[in-house]
């Protein structure tokens, strides 16, 4: 039987701090709306969606999430912001508007901090003193070189197509999974030693502005057996976001 933890328990900070979190207010979700593209192969059907994705330039999302490590259930809302090509921001806060988790990647840095706990992590320090590390989000919403990472090749496998992106060795990083009939990413699996690492579920598709996005994310990191359900409440495609949002120190607003 799966246990609900409460605030009280002690527990791996990072879920602690998951229980922690508020809600939040959040605008209706659009209807999911079937949308065909006609693409007839693998390369078209790979083009549709890179050229799709390299129309949303910022990004900011609210969110609900459960997230499972072994029998512990925890449950959030947050706030997510992206701005390409290399910004990325998480943060949870309490029903009472304090920040209890902000995770803040700019160029090849990061940095999570655990406020209630006088926490503060940077760079390396995060995949080691972290279950789950947000940055493993990265290809999920910053996509590009993150989502699409080496040389990347489609080709026809079972009704839809699978892309492979392996890097100059031929070693395999990465297989995406694109679906018809509106040519959208089913499943992304990460490899590490050409061992499956993270593979991240997609689905609930809707049609938002000129694009249609997921309104349901899933990830499941094995390994460290932890899964990850992410609920999308809002998304406000190509938003005006100033750098100072994704300062170190800056705290954020929405």
């Known amino acids: 039987m799966r246990t609900v933890r409460t605030l009280n328990d002690k527990c791996i900070p990072f879920f602690w701090l998951?229980?922690?979190?508020?809600?939040?207010?959040?605008?209706?979700?659009?209807?999911?709306?079937?949308?065909s593209t006609g693409a007839t192969n693998p390369a078209a059907a790979y083009a549709i969606v890179r050229q799709r994705e390299d129309t949303i330039r910022t990004l900011r999302a609210q969110f609900a999430a459960v997230v499972h490590q072994g029998t512990v259930e925890r449950r959030a809302d947050g706030v997510l912001l992206v701005k390409?090509?290399?910004?990325?921001?998480?943060?949870?806060?309490?029903?009472?508007?304090?920040?209890?988790?902000?995770?803040?990647?700019?160029?090849?840095?990061?940095?999570?901090?655990?406020?209630?706990q006088g926490t503060?992590?940077?760079?390396?320090?995060?995949?080691?003193?972290?279950?789950?590390?947000p940055g493993d989000l990265r290809p999920a919403f910053l996509r590009a070189v993150d989502a699409f990472p080496g040389e990347c090749t489609p080709r026809a496998a079972e009704g839809a197509t699978l892309v492979e992106c392996r890097d100059a060795d031929g070693t395999l990083l990465r297989t995406?999974?694109?679906?018809?009939?509106?040519?959208?990413?089913?499943?992304?699996?990460?490899?590490?030693?050409?061992?499956?690492?993270?593979?991240?579920?997609?689905?609930?598709?809707?049609?938002?502005?000129?694009?249609?996005?997921?309104?349901?994310?899933?990830?499941?990191?094995?390994?460290?057996?932890?899964?990850?359900?992410?609920?999308l409440r809002s998304y406000e495609v190509n938003p005006a976001l100033d750098d100072a949002l994704f300062a170190p120190a800056a705290e954020a607003r929405r």
């Open 176 to 231: 995406i999974s694109i679906e018809p009939p509106a040519q959208t990413i089913g499943e992304e699996v990460s490899y590490t030693g050409n061992q499956p690492h993270l593979t991240i579920r997609y689905s609930d598709y809707r049609a938002v502005g000129s694009t249609v996005l997921p309104f349901a994310i899933a990830l499941t990191d094995a390994q460290r057996d932890v899964q990850i359900a992410i609920t």
């Open 18 to 35: 998951l229980a922690a979190a508020g809600c939040m207010v959040s605008r209706p979700q659009p209807p999911a709306v079937p949308v």
């Open 120 to 133: 503060r992590l940077m760079d390396d320090e995060i995949s080691t003193g972290a279950p789950f590390s």
């Open 84 to 116: 390409k090509p290399d910004r990325f921001r998480m943060r949870l806060v309490s029903l009472f508007g304090v920040t209890v988790f902000d995770y803040t990647r700019w160029g090849t840095h990061a940095r999570m901090e655990l406020p209630l």
